[in-house]
């Protein structure tokens, strides 16, 4: 029975690929139930009811690449594209420890314009003023080296989604310019250098099956990662999907239970994506299992250009204005936020 699978899987933090095709396809709202509460109560004996903030700084948008689920692809004329200086990444990053952020995740599109040089004078320069601040990276596919000396200038983590760990599905969501081989060895390439790694996927992106997202949680158990992001897929209105469905809340809140009970210390957001799709998306997440959430510093003139998909939340807000909202919602669900920057704590057994 399906209890009986989501019971095997707390205990062995592993299913067979038959195990997952019935445990996704064949649960019921009541099973899905217990999956959510075993999976919180995971959660709950590694962070008990902590949730750790992390400070987003969307630092461009431009991008070399043209991947056809996002809106920031090159092929996007409409965009209107900016850079943020050296001085306002500071600024965010100095209004981010005010507000109790001891993490920092530096996003943007690809984009050479941000050579190793800046990006270790910027490193360094938040590291110097918050040693007490971890940087996360999120700027996508670069060298080992051009990792390594990013590492050795202090960067502690870096965001990686595989996107989808099947071959044919990759090339259906990516031009041929990238390939999932070189993604995965980006994420090999990551570990070895001693950084905190967080892989993961789009829910319901176009193309996707059952088997491929069987596949992303095999993957994802044998990369073993620091941290999972998960969100819906939202189609942006100028991209190739703008007329595909978006994910669906239920199986992403699913696969956040299931990726918890894989992984019970990882860190595991709830997305803005969640909290697009429906309104107590990012709560419904926490109460799945997640244990992290990512609002946004960036200054309020950019936000909305960083939109890689549509009716994308909080661009109008302050990012005052969010940590607070963040922190009411989370107490209303019995959590609280800490001031910590969070470090992945590997399993004792
Ligand atoms: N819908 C949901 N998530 C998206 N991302 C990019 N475009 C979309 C979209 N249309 C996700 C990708 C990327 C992360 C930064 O945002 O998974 O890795
Ligand atoms: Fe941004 Fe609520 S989290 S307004």
Redesign the pocket.
Known sequence: SVKYLIEKLEANRILSEDEFRLLITEISDEELAFLKERACSTAQKYFDNKIYIRGLIEFTNYCKND?Y????RRSNKEVVRYRLSREEILNCADTGYSLGFRTFVL?GGEDPYYTDDFLEDLIKAIKNKYPDCAITL?IGEKSFDTYARLFKAGADRY???H?TANEEHYKKLHPPSLSLQNRKQCLVNLKEIGYQVGA???VG?PYQTVDHIIEDLLFIKELNPHMV?I??????HQ?P?SNEA??SLRLTLMLLSIIRLMLPNVLLPA?T?LGTIHPEGREMGILSGANVVMPNLSPTYVRKNYE???NKICTGDEAAECRYCLERRINRIGYRIVVDRGDYKPLSY
């Open positions: 991947c689920y996002c809106g920031i996003q999120s965001l990686l989604r996107e993961g996927f789009m992106s992001g969100g819906p897929f939202i189609p942006h991209t999907f978006a994910g997305t994506a890689l998909y549509d």
